[in-house]
């Protein structure tokens, strides 16, 4: 796919309701150029996927979509086939619909853990005493971001942290960074991720800021429901589950400060 068919993905997201950031093409572009893959039919795009090499370790599988009239055709599968051969032998993950979880584990997929999306309102006031990140602050986030996923993103970071219509915060105790997240406009109100934190009170201090920057509109939070700390932080504040994905890989979940993450990045991603 080349870079400017990556927004027909997000198109083709947002009709199945997934939602995607306003700017998420180019963030996403950032993990692994290449990994965008579409299906054309007589040069007609028919479906896509995206098979994202974060390192030589570990990839993630995402954007996993066959335009409705044209499935059932078998191009799903090969798109599938054309995914895994890229990834190689990557420990892969994925974010699938509860529905597919047997599908996927016949492709060598163990379920993870169950993320929820929640909802809930935006607020008017900031009162987290957070602060806005700036430029100089990324090489340390970036540093931060390597301990609560499984592997670096130094360059999606730079896009996801600076990006248009998005505001991202940080926590620091002194110098030292102890945690960050981030909230985007989306296509229907905002979501926040990723929201990590060292414990449950710096994560609210930054859920409360960056909820401020969404007052009166609709915000989500993808929160991994093994965390029951970042469970109960969300329903504290309101929210409500809409939808569940089952995060699933092909050689087990991935060593990281699990207890960190209070909101993934994204379900496409990770």
Known sequence: MRAKERALALDWAALEGWNPGLHDARAFGMVDPDGWLIGEVDGVPVGCITALRYDESF??????????????????????????????????????????????????FAFAV??????????????????????ADLPQLAAYDRTCFPAPRDAFLREWLTSPDSFSRVARDGAEITGYGTIRRC????????????????????????RSHAAGEHIYLDVPTSNLVAVDLATESGMDVVFETARMYTRGRPAFATGRVFGVSSFELG
């Not at 990834?87 to 994925?94: I, R």
């Open 59 to 108: 990839a993630f599988v995402g954007f996993y979509i066959v335009k409705p009239e044209h499935r059932g055709k078998g191009y799903g599968l090969s798109l599938w086939q054309a995914a895994m051969d890229r990834v190689g032998d990557c420990n892969v993950g994925l974010d699938g619909v509860l529905a597919q979880v047997d599908n996927y584990a016949r492709s060598g």
């Open 114 to 135: 169950r993320n929820a999306r929640y909802r809930g309102a935006g607020a008017e006031d900031a009162r987290g005493g957070t602060a806005i990140v700036t430029v």
């Open 187 to 210: 296509r229907e109100g905002w979501k926040i991720g990723p929201l990590f934190a060292n414990d449950r009170a710096i994560a609210k201090r930054l859920f409360q800021d960056l």
